[in-house]
T-cell receptor, first 114, second 116 residues
Framework: GAVVSQHPSRVICKSGTSVKIECRSL??????MFWYRQFPKQSLMLMAT?????????EQGVEKDKFLINHASLTLSTLTVTSAHPEDSSFYIC??????????FGPGTRLTVT | AQSVAQPEDQVNVAEGNPLTVKCTYS??????LFWYVQYPNRGLQFLLK??????LVKGSYGFEAEFNKSQTSFHLKKPSALVSDSALYFC??????????????FGTGTRLQVTL
């Protein structure tokens, strides 16, 4: 089956620093990747849609200058949380679209900002 | 706009008993429907999907779901629950006619608790 990896699985950083999270589709090419944020005991909130070779499309209310997304190749998308603050602490999940209608999810990254 | 409702925050069932996790949806066109499962501190794992064809869809780990167009429902079922099925389950929908531009909309999730 289609496999999506994320790195790192956990990261702790100090307030004001930036953190990069990588999302890779391991056995398929993904022209479209998605980044979600999940708060404890809540559903997934779509942050942005990332298309290879073009700028990401951000959902309403998501700061594009704070959450930088780059989709440099068909197998890699990155999310950089810039100048992180404690309120950015969350579980971030990426997803890659395979074929027209299937979407596979990475294992998630737990970000803690101290 | 498309939406998904999972009316139960939690479902409790004894091991060996059948389980049902409810999901209803709303889309303007024909739906693509999905069920995902999430274990603690993990991403979502794909269970099954309905695109077209038979209304009863079989998926991973013995789960199945029944598409009911008239009731706009896509309930997840399993004939005999296992303790290891305890997890958070998400129903999701995409609008078929929106094509590749469409996005998954998730329900709020239902926590399944299977006890001995």
């Amino acid at each position: 089956g289609a496999v999506v990896s994320q790195h790192p699985s956990r990261v702790i950083c100090k307030s004001g620093t930036s953190v990069k999270i990588e999302c890779r589709s391991l056995d398929f090419q993904a022209t479209t990747m998605f980044w979600y944020r999940q708060f404890p005991k809540q559903s997934l909130m779509l942050m942005a849609t990332s298309n290879e070779g073009s700028k990401a499309t951000y959902e309403q209310g998501v700061e594009k200058d704070k959450f930088l997304i780059n989709h440099a190749s068909l197998t890699l998308s990155t999310l950089t949380v810039t100048s992180a603050h404690p309120e950015d602490s969350s579980f971030y999940i990426c997803s890659a679209r395979w074929r027209a209608y299937e979407q596979y999810f990475g294992p998630g990254t737990r970000l803690t900002v101290t | 706009a498309q939406s998904v409702a999972q009316p139960e925050d939690q479902v409790n069932v004894a091991e060996g008993n059948p389980l049902t996790v409810k999901c209803t949806y709303s889309v303007s066109g024909n739906p693509y429907l999905f069920w995902y499962v999430q274990y603690p501190n993990r991403g979502l794992q794909f269970l099954l999907k309905y695109i077209t064809g038979d209304n009863l869809v079989k998926g991973s780990y013995g789960f199945e779901a029944e598409f009911n167009k008239s009731q706009t429902s896509f309930h997840l079922k399993k004939p005999s629950a296992l303790v290891s099925d305890s997890a958070l389950y998400f129903c999701a929908v995409r609008d078929f006619y929106a094509g590749t531009a469409s996005k998954l909309t998730f329900g709020t999730g239902t926590r399944l608790q299977v006890t001995l």
